[in-house]
């Protein structure tokens, strides 16, 4: 399953490529949801404090989701509780019903997140209910943060093929971008949820989502387990997409779609966007630092070539430090 939609030989038209970058970091979140290991609130707060020390203004804390579902994410509020918040920050939570809405209402969440599908196969394993079902449910929750004054992001799963489908269409992708649209949302994230999209295929749903909704709404979400993700973000870079979802070492994997791995690492994003001269406000030492711990930590290993190069680098640099200081 290389490709889910069939694409145009011609790649559609290219704007100017945006010349600054909003990452959302989702370590926190999808990051660690998918671990069996207990991970405590403490770590959780050690990693969101940090990131945020890195320049991270937006910051997926956790999920208020079914601790039946996700045992990893029960315990968000304490995280909430336990962080420290940075002026101009935006933390934010899965909310996928009102139960979630209320608790992350109590929390102090700035975000919610509501989470359908592109797939009715991936929708019934993910939230247990229908597409239609998931948007009838995420309405009240799109009233709800509107009128406590909180953003509100969506994200459609398996927009570039599903696990369990197969291939999914446009037209689905675009349906539910729609109704998320309708229900008020911010953002809208279109999510790579087992990162098997490639990039003319990026470009092509993008620009189709963008001429729906408009650019500036949109987002893009790639897990990269078949290692496309930087690829794919040049190519939404391609269509004047300028926010992201990273997520800190490549951590991550949604319990619910098999065999899918961590998002794109946000050193490798971060490292691109230095690059291609787009700032992130983004610090990429402290994001090494950052992510070279929480796996020390947690015994997760790193799944970020620069993260892992730049920490090579700088442990060989410390050691002829050492050594010199010795001799
Ligand atoms: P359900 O079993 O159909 O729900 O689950 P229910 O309404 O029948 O309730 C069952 C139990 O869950 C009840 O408790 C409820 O109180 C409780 P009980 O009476 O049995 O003790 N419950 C809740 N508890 C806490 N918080 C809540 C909540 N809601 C119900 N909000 C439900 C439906 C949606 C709740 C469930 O399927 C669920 O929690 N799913 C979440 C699965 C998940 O976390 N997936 C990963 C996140 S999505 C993702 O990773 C994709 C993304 O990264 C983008 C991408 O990559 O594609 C965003
Ligand atoms: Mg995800």
Request: negative net charge; charged residues 20%.
């Amino acid at each position: 399953m290389a490709s889910s939609h069939s694409v145009s030989a011609q790649a559609p038209h290219r704007t100017t490529r945006p010349t600054e970058v909003i990452i959302t970091e989702v370590g926190p979140r999808d990051g660690l949801q998918n671990e069996k290991q207990f991970i405590a609130s403490d770590l959780k707060v050690g990693l969101v404090d940090r990131l945020s020390k890195a320049g991270c203004l937006s910051i997926e804390v956790g999920s208020f989701v079914s601790p039946k579902w996700t045992p990893q994410m029960a315990g968000t509020d304490a995280v909430f509780a336990g962080m420290k918040r940075m002026p101009g920050g935006r933390y934010s939570a899965l909310t996928p019903n009102m139960k979630g809405f209320e608790a992350a209402l109590a929390a102090g969440a700035d975000e919610v997140v509501i989470f359908g599908a592109a797939s009715e196969a991936f929708s019934q394993r993910n939230i247990n209910c229908s597409i239609a079902e998931s948007l009838a449910r995420f309405e009240p929750v799109a009233l709800a943060a509107k009128a406590h004054g909180l953003r509100l992001r969506a994200a459609v799963s398996v927009a570039f093929g599903c696990p369990y489908q197969g291939e999914v269409s446009l037209q689905s992708v675009l349906e539910v971008s729609q109704r998320f649209a309708d229900m008020g949302c911010d953002e809208i994230g279109i999510a790579d949820t087992i990162g098997v999209g490639t990039a003319d295929q990026v470009r092509e749903v993008m620009a189709a989502c963008a001429s729906l909704v408009g650019a500036d709404t949109l987002s893009g979400h790639f897990h990269d387990t078949y290692g496309q993700a930087i690829a794919n973000i040049v190519a939404c870079l391609d269509v004047g997409i300028r926010r992201f979802d990273s997520s800190i070492a490549g951590l991550g994997g949604c319990p619910y779609a098999k065999g899918a791995t961590g998002n794109v690492a946000t050193e490798d994003v971060v490292y691109l966007l230095e690059g291609l001269g787009i700032s992130t406000g983004l610090d990429l030492d402290q994001l090494v630092d950052t992510g070279q711990w929480i796996c020390e930590q947690t015994g997760i290993r790193p799944q970020t070539r620069v993260g892992n190069a730049l920490a090579a680098k700088k442990r060989s640099r410390d050691a002829a430090k050492a050594e010199a200081a010795n001799a």
